[in-house]
Each structure stands twice: as structure tokens, then as C-alpha cells.
């Protein structure tokens, strides 16, 4: 079973910067997309940043500009560099991959932006 882990998360006030990363427990060469998704108190889950094993990425239109997705195959890890944080990126933030067909999420680390 292919495990993700995140890291990173903390409080951080408006304008600063986190960087978050997932470590895989497989090369992530075998991942067929890995990606960021986030979620806040009483909202559904969203998608925040993806990147293909192509190396291409995406963004929420919400993040763009502020967020890079990236990833280091020697360490079997993406990261999300979260720069200019909102309070409104305060929520949980998940790591997710497909590999082979079937879906794999972290459990998770906290992202808090105080005003």
C-alpha cells in the first residue's frame, strides 16, 4: 500500500510564506498525477495544485501566481510553496496520488493564516 505524508503546516501570519511537502513511500515516478487539495471548516474539499508525471502543472485560479507545485524524484517528494498566504488559504491541506488506478491521500497537515 502506497502511503503519502505531509509536512509543513503551521501558523503563519498574512503575506508570509509555508512550504508543505509529501512524501511518498514509492518512487513517484509511478505516480500518474500527484496533487494538492485543500480543505476548510464547512467546505468541500478543493483541488489546489497538480502536477503530472510529465512534469506539467495546474492551479486553482485562487492560488495562482501565489502557489508552485513541485517536486524532487530523488526523494520521492512534491512540495507546494505557498507564498502571499490569505487567511482564506487557512485549512487543511492533503496530499494526493493516483498510481496504477487507485487513489491515495495523505492525512493531512494544518495551514493556519491569522489576519
Known amino acids: 500500500q502506497v502511503q503519502l505524508v505531509e509536512s509543513g503546516g503551521g501558523l503563519v501570519q498574512a503575506g508570509g510564506s509555508l512550504r508543505l511537502s509529501c512524501a511518498a513511500s514509492?518512487?513517484?515516478?509511478?505516480?500518474?498525477?500527484m496533487a494538492w487539495y485543500r480543505q476548510a471548516p464547512g467546505k468541500q474539499r478543493e483541488l489546489v495544485a497538480r502536477?503530472?508525471?510529465?512534469?506539467?502543472?495546474g492551479y486553482a485560479d485562487s492560488v495562482t501566481g501565489r502557489f508552485i507545485i513541485s517536486r524532487d524524484s530523488a526523494e520521492n517528494t512534491v512540495y507546494l510553496q505557498m507564498n502571499s498566504l490569505k487567511p482564506e488559504d487557512t485549512a487543511v491541506y492533503y496530499c494526493?496520488?493516483?498510481?496504477?488506478?487507485?487513489?491515495?491521500w495523505g492525512p493531512g497537515t494544518q495551514v493556519t493564516v491569522s489576519s
Open positions: 494526493y496520488a493516483v498510481r496504477y488506478g487507485n487513489d491515495v
Open positions: 514509492v518512487t513517484i515516478f509511478s505516480m500518474t498525477a
Open positions: 502536477i503530472t508525471s510529465g512534469g506539467s502543472t
